[in-house]
């Protein structure tokens, strides 16, 4: 097994705001589909790569209790920072360095009112 986890779903009540949100967050687009009955948007992922997805639909609640789904920050964890608030969210915890090793960490809500953190190297 190469990784713990091999998809996750980031609950959404509103669909259309929260890819735009992650879409700015991210840089990236985020396709959609319904697959069935419940709206999805795709977060951006290699090939080989662990995948996750915004979801709305019954069953999914948004909620900052639950487990803390940490994001690829890309290079500099700066960067997507700035976005988070012009996107619609708020920053928890800004950047925060763990160490040399491991780089750094931050903890943000988004639109729906999820708790995630972002990590970078730098």
């Avoid at 091999?6 to 967050?25: M, Q, T």
């Avoid at 709206?39 to 090939?47: D, I, N, V």
């Avoid at 019954?58 to 209790?65: A, F, L, V």
């Avoid at 090793?101 to 953190?117: C, P, Q, S, V, W």
Wanted: contains cysteine; hydrophobic residues 35%.
């Amino acid at each position: 097994m190469a990784n713990a986890i091999n998809w996750f779903e980031i609950p959404a009540k509103n669909l259309d705001r929260a890819c735009k949100f992650y879409g700015s967050v991210l840089s990236s687009d985020i396709h959609r589909e319904e697959i069935m009955g419940t709206r999805m948007g795709f977060l951006p992922h290699g090939q080989e790569g662990v995948g996750g997805a915004l979801v709305e639909g019954e069953g999914y609640e948004p909620s900052d209790h639950g487990p803390l789904v940490y994001l690829n920050g890309g290079g500099d964890l700066a960067e997507p920072l700035a976005r988070v608030e012009s996107a619609g969210g708020s920053v928890i915890v800004p950047k925060t360095k763990i160490s040399d090793e491991i780089g750094y960490f931050a903890i943000i809500r988004d639109t729906e009112g999820n708790k995630l953190a972002l990590h970078s190297p730098a």
